[in-house]
Nanobody, 120 residues
Framework: QVQVVESGGGLVQPGGSLRLTCVASGSFFSINAMEWYRQAPGKSRVLVASITGAGRTNFGDFVGGRFTISRDNAENTAYLKMNSLKPEDTAVYYC??????????????WGQGTQVTVSL
């Protein structure tokens, strides 16, 4: 079983910053990609950022250079640093990890989400 736990959400004013943390634990050989998604009320879940085991990153178009994603492979942890936050960034942010469970089996696991609210 694999557990994924996000933290770091909260209330921040427009223009502010937050850093989200995602920690994966449990039984697996390695982590392939680690991804952040977000879901605003009444909207679909969308990809915010992803990072491969080799450190290659990808971002949603709406990020516009405001966010960075990084990971600590030794700690099975990914970070999402969000700067210049806007009210439209308000959403529940979810971490998804793609792990190598065995030599022949991969799996994807979601965390429970962390709320980010950008408001005065």
């Amino acid at each position: 079983q694999v557990q994924v736990v996000e933290s770091g959400g909260g209330l921040v004013q427009p223009g502010g910053s937050l850093r989200l943390t995602c920690v994966a634990s449990g039984s697996f050989f390695s982590i392939n990609a680690m991804e952040w998604y977000r879901q605003a009320p009444g909207k679909s879940r969308v990809l915010v950022a992803s990072i491969t085991g080799a450190g290659r990153t990808n971002f949603g178009d709406f990020v516009g250079g405001r966010f960075t994603i990084s990971r600590d492979n030794a700690e099975n942890t990914a970070y999402l640093k969000m700067n210049s936050l806007k009210p439209e960034d308000t959403a529940v942010y979810y971490c998804n990890v793609n792990v190598q469970i065995s030599a022949a089996e991969r799996g994807r696991f979601w965390g429970q989400g962390t709320q980010v609210t950008v408001s005065l």
